[in-house]
């Protein structure tokens, strides 16, 4: 399995920005579907934001989209969460995570927890109001 390291949480206020970063181990990356997932306290863990392998092509929640943009930098495993125009209710743990895509349309129609196998551990962001 894929070894995922992220980072880049913290506080900040409402209307501010955080970048995330997922680093991945040694693996063929592009071969990789890549996530991130996050988990407010009491709620189940929700898809934010996914990569297509291969193309690389991004997919959102209705939550994020238009305020987050995930993108990769193959030459150093990591994948970036670039959030903006941040909202208290954004405040959660966020996780990364990675799998070779067991279908075609992984991220295209959507993606679950139960699509990914490697998982980071985890890093807060709090949204302050």
């Known amino acids: 399995d894929v070894q995922l390291q992220a980072s880049g949480g913290g506080l900040v206020q409402a209307g501010g920005s955080l970048r995330l970063s997922c680093a991945a181990s040694?693996?063929?990356?592009?071969?990789?579907?890549i996530a991130w997932f996050r988990q407010a306290p009491g709620k189940e863990r929700e898809g934010v934001s996914c990569?297509?392998?291969?193309?690389?092509?991004?997919y959102y929640s209705d939550s994020v989209k238009g305020r987050f943009t995930i993108s990769s930098d193959s030459a150093k495993n990591t994948v970036y969460l670039q959030m903006n125009s941040l909202k208290p209710e954004d405040t959660a743990v966020y996780y990364c995570?990675?799998?070779?895509?067991?279908?075609?349309?992984?991220?295209?129609?959507?993606?679950?927890?139960?699509?990914?196998?490697?998982w980071g551990q985890g890093t807060q962001v709090t949204v302050s109001s």
């Open positions: 995570a990675a799998d070779i895509p067991l279908y075609t349309d992984l991220c295209r129609t959507s993606w679950g927890t139960e699509d990914f196998g490697s």
């Open positions: 040694d693996v063929t990356f592009d071969d990789y579907a």
């Open positions: 990569l297509t392998s291969s193309d690389r092509k991004p």
